[in-house]
């Protein structure tokens, strides 16, 4: 399935990442993402959830998106799920994660040391108050 973002046209399910809420799901490519994370981008959600039940966060109790990378598939809460595509987990997260996800991409030692310590975390510009995720597309 082709990226959901307004005007991308990125249609490689090898790399194309599946999101789904319970109620929508979408696909974005990488780098829209890490843009959604950011809340930067606007998106189309391809058809309704495929989610039969609903899934606790492996990290925490908070109800979880259903996150697919193509060869993985990660249950978290929007902020662990935040976390993971900015390449910001804790280092104990990162631990439970790559214990259970050993050869998952986002989790990979180019972007965390072997004790969890993340090395390229994306951080967020400042906001101003007004400013609001702006999440589906009309």
């Known amino acids: 399935m082709k990226c959901g973002a307004k005007g991308c046209s ?5 790399i194309n990442q599946t999101f789904d809420d319970g109620e929508r ?22 058809e309704g959830s495929l989610q039969s039940r609903t899934f606790t966060c492996e990290l ?12 993985h598939t990660f249950h978290l809460c929007p902020e662990h799920l935040r976390d993971i595509l900015l390449l910001r987990l804790h280092p104990e997260h990162w631990r439970v994660l790559h214990a259970q996800h050993p050869d998952a991409f986002l989790l990979h030692d180019d972007f965390y040391m072997a004790n ?6 994306v951080i967020e510009r400042p906001r101003p108050e007004a400013d609001t995720v ?3 597309a009309d």
């Open 134 to 136: 702006p999440g589906q």
């Open 10 to 14: 990125l249609d490689l399910k090898e």
């Open 60 to 71: 925490c109790d908070a109800k979880a998106l259903v996150f697919g990378d193509g060869q």
């Open 25 to 46: 799901r979408w696909v974005l490519c990488p780098n829209h993402a890490m843009l959604w994370a950011m809340g930067e981008v606007q998106f189309t959600p391809v």
């Open 116 to 121: 969890g310590t993340a090395l390229q975390p």
